[in-house]
């Protein structure tokens, strides 16, 4: 089973932020948090992930609670080609990744 | 640089056939890995090669699958004989380290239906 819970979908308004929070209360101290989005049924794809500090890339911005039990994936200006399926993953010290359901992301015109 | 290739896209094969799905790793990742969903479910750990050998094949569902990575380099998932429920995605990944800060770039998956 999924050790992260997210809400089931969203909607975001095109040039707005998305911001898409993730629970994670059971993870543990060297566990990083992973993002990744699935676009239609291609493979997932990598945007960011982080250990305790926040995290900026090209892509996106992860905001990590300092209790480190949640975490908010940051869209800053979300277009339509960011529709997708973005899922949350605690990465284990096995290293295989458990997915959950996701959110469900829609990009509004 | 090439990312994660999976050969084929898709696949269309009749129940108790059988069907040799394709892998290759970014250049230079020893980590791969296989994972499937199947049809309403969530993506599901496969298993994990480092190199050629196997270090975690806790979530393969039977023994009609066998992988294989020959040399350290392409791997090959064969599903024999296959029955309705392998019917999905089966998606590959690679990673360079393996380890917990070491993210894992998906390949586009092959969709595999049995009829």
């Known amino acids: 089973d999924a050790k992260t819970t997210q809400p089931p979908s969203m909607d975001c308004a095109e040039g707005r932020a998305a911001n898409l929070p993730c629970n994670h209360s059971?993870?543990?101290?060297?566990?990083?948090v992973y993002w990744y989005r699935q676009i239609h049924s291609q493979g997932p794809q990598y945007i960011i992930h982080g250990l305790k500090n926040n995290e900026t890339n090209e892509m996106a911005s992860l905001i990590i609670t300092e209790d480190r039990k949640s975490s908010t994936l940051i869209l800053p200006h979300a277009t339509l080609r960011d529709t997708a399926v973005y899922y949350c993953i605690e990465g284990s010290g096995t290293y295989k990744y458990i997915f959950g359901t996701g959110t469900r992301l829609k990009v509004l015109a | 640089e090439a990312g994660v290739t999976q050969f084929p896209s898709h696949s269309v094969i009749e129940k108790g056939q059988t069907v040799t799905l394709r892998c290759d790793p970014i250049?230079?990742?020893?980590?791969l890995y296989w994972y499937r969903r199947v049809m309403g479910k969530e993506i599901k750990f496969l298993l994990h090669?480092?190199?050629?050998?196997?270090?975690?094949e806790s979530g393969m569902p039977n023994n009609r699958f066998l992988a294989e990575r020959t040399g350290g380099t392409y791997s090959t998932l064969k599903v024999q004989p296959a029955e309705l429920e392998d019917s999905g995605v089966y998606f590959c990944?690679?990673?360079?380290?393996?380890?917990?800060?070491?993210?894992?770039?998906f390949g586009p998956g092959t969709r595999l239906t049995v009829l």
């Open positions: 090669f480092v190199k050629e050998s196997k270090q975690d």
């Open positions: 990944a690679s990673s360079l380290l393996g380890l917990g800060a070491d993210e894992q770039f």
């Open positions: 059971t993870i543990s101290g060297n566990e990083y």
């Open positions: 250049s230079g990742h020893d980590n």
